[in-house]
């Protein structure tokens, strides 16, 4: 059974401040990694996506990916109020169509 | 691009009836297409995912001949809800993915949703 965990939060930071969220999977042969955000009462949306271990930056947005500790992180600098949703890390193997989401972390910033 | 428009945004009918829900990729053509179901302050299910022309693979648990999957073209898949009670009541969301080849090949992008609600 393939897992993605987070935490499932509320994390709560205060307005300007670093978010970290964070996400492991149980699936060593994932190969693709995305985050998701989903404000209430809404769809997710595609925020991030990472294919190689390392950073990748858009923005104010910084993912990185470790495939041997199999964890993937999610930054949010400068965080603003219009943050606050909850986040949604999937994994994706290359063998199938499957993508595996996490239960996803609410985050809260705090004005 | 990568858009995936649903319809109807919102439903309410009676219990017993049906309702079917469309789901359309509007700039790309739709390989696969996921169809998940989300209560209220949980997370995302899945329902099933459907590969065009061929028949839907349902998740374990979730009954096949309630909840109908067609996905007849490259941009459109229906998921009808047969003989709705209360519990039924939800919100179901569609994605969708590009074949292998495309742009749009690696992500899943999702549809807005529809809000099902069953009296």
């Known amino acids: 059974q393939k897992e993605v965990e987070q935490n499932s939060g509320p994390l709560s930071v205060p307005e300007g401040a670093i978010a970290s969220l964070n996400c492991t999977y149980s699936?060593?042969?994932?190969?693709?990694f995305f985050w998701y955000r989903q404000y209430s009462g809404k769809s997710p949306e595609l925020i991030m996506s990472i294919y190689s271990n390392g950073d990748k930056e858009d923005g104010r947005f910084t993912a990185q990916l470790n495939k041997a500790s199999q964890y993937v992180s999610l930054l949010i600098r400068d965080s603003q109020p219009s943050d606050s949703a909850t986040y949604l890390c999937a994994v994706r193997d290359n063998y199938g169509q499957n993508f595996v989401f996490g239960p996803g972390t609410r985050l809260s910033v705090l004005p | 691009g990568a858009v995936v428009s649903q319809h109807p945004s919102r439903v309410i009918c009676k219990s017993g009836t049906s309702v079917k829900i469309e789901c359309r990729s509007l700039d790309f053509q739709a390989t696969t297409m996921f169809w998940y179901r989300q209560f209220p302050k949980q997370s995302l299910m899945l329902m099933a995912t459907s590969n065009e022309g061929s028949k839907a693979t349902y998740e374990q648990g979730v009954e096949k001949d309630k909840f109908l999957i067609n996905h007849a073209s490259l941009t459109l898949s229906t998921l009808t809800v047969t003989s709705a009670h209360p519990e039924d009541s939800s919100f179901y969301i569609c994605s969708a993915k590009q074949g292998d080849r495309g742009p749009f090949s690696y992500e899943q992008y999702f549809g807005p949703g529809t809000r099902l609600t069953v009296t």
């Open positions: 699936d060593r042969v994932s190969q693709s």
